[in-house]
């Protein structure tokens, strides 16, 4: 492992706080850095927050990272060498009515951060970036590949993600500290994000509720439970690219799973059975994702370990721990 500590933004979120714990866990120290926005609810990011503080080796800043000024001066005083960059305007409906959000978060603190690893002498940057970059478009087989076209975002955030992997590529050409950019496929799991829809939907079925099932149900994701997301993530921050090189990696499950399916899924899980209102797709959503997973798997040996039957018992059993009723 390189010395100094891992700067990680977005560390109260849901991936963010999970790799924080695994890099924690292997002995690293970590400098968490997130601005505690109120995008879902706040207590769960203070909850998450509070798994971290108080363990040897963290620290957590509240901080904008789109200031960055401030952000500099975090990274040179830290000493950190590498950077996971997670924090970002995350939801694709979201931005059809909050489109400054994503120019804040995800492009100016995008920004941000690559101009923190230039003057502060960081060596290694793995940020997030997203399946959605794919657009909406047919499925070849064995799923997207890295090289596929990524030049027909349906939604601003998916325009914002891959504006920040075409900056990246800029950025460590022109500087030379390599980069590596991280496709996630449908994350999910403990801690999860309340707009995601397995939790929304788990929310709403055990309120005795009815679920809004869009598309009619017959999208289909790439769900991919969030153990396996920080073993994609590990994997990549340990094998940059050489001097001035920039990757991009899809980390997912590569297996596709049909809305209405998940939905059988994580009734079994809560054992409590959803009432069905079905809508037309949204604007901004694609109907199917699905992760050719080859390059990530040659480059680190990554498999997806946890299917979608274990991962959602996994996320009922940890629901009552943080909703207590």
Same mark, same amino acid.
């Given at each position: 492992m390189a010395s100094g500590p891992v700067i990680v933004t977005g560390a109260a979120g849901f991936i963010g706080m999970h790799l924080a714990e695994r890099l924690l866990d292997r002995g690293e120290a970590v400098v968490g850095i997130d601005v505690f926005n109120a995008y879902y609810d706040p207590r769960l990011k203070a909850a998450r927050a509070a798994r971290l503080e108080g363990r040897p080796g963290f620290s957590m800043v509240r901080m904008d990272i789109a200031e960055h000024e401030a952000l500099l001066d975090l990274v040179k005083t830290s000493g950190a060498r590498r950077?996971?960059?997670?924090?970002?305007?995350?939801?694709? &409906?979201?931005?059809? #009515?909050?489109?400054?959000?994503? +120019? $804040?978060?995800?492009?100016?603190?995008?920004?941000?951060?690559?101009?923190a690893c230039r003057h502060a002498g960081v060596e290694n940057l793995v940020y997030a970036s997203s399946s959605s970059v794919y657009g909406d478009r047919p499925i070849?087989?064995?799923?997207? $590949?890295?090289? =596929?076209?990524? #030049?027909?975002?349906?939604?601003?955030?998916?325009?914002?993600? &891959?504006?920040?992997?075409?900056?990246?590529?800029s950025y460590a050409r022109l500087y030379g500290f390599p980069q590596s950019g991280l496709r996630f496929f449908t994350g999910y799991g403990p801690w999860g994000r309340p707009d995601m829809a397995y939790y929304d939907f788990t929310q709403k079925i055990l309120a005795g509720e009815p679920i809004e099932?869009? !598309?009619?149900? &017959?999208?289909? &994701? #790439?769900?991919?439970?969030v153990d396996d997301i920080i073993d994609g993530i590990i994997g990549v921050l340990d094998n940059p690219p050489a001097q001035g090189g920039h990757e991009v990696y899809n980390i997912g =499950?590569?297996?596709?799973?049909?809305?209405?399916?998940?939905?059988?899924?994580?009734?079994?899980a809560i054992g409590r059975k959803a009432v069905k209102i079905m809508r037309p797709m949204q604007p901004g959503d694609v109907t199917a994702t699905y992760a050719d997973i080859s %390059?990530?798997?040659?480059?680190?040996?990554? %498999?997806?370990?946890?299917?979608? +039957?274990? !991962?959602?018992? $996994?996320f009922a059993a940890w629901w009552p721990t943080f909703h207590r009723s």
């Open positions: 950077i996971v960059h997670l924090a970002a305007q995350a939801g694709v &409906r979201y931005s059809i #009515d909050n489109p400054f959000a994503y +120019e $804040r978060s995800n492009l100016a603190g995008h920004l941000a951060v690559l101009e070849a087989e064995g799923g997207f $590949r890295e090289t =596929d076209p990524a #030049d027909a975002p349906v939604s601003l955030y998916a325009a914002t993600k &891959r504006s920040c992997e075409l900056i990246s590529a099932v869009y !598309g009619e149900g &017959r999208m289909a &994701r #790439d769900f991919t439970y =499950d590569s297996n596709p799973v049909g809305l209405m399916e998940m939905i059988t899924t994580l009734e079994q %390059k990530l798997n040659a480059l680190t040996g990554y %498999k997806p370990k946890v299917a979608l +039957e274990e !991962g959602l018992a $996994r």
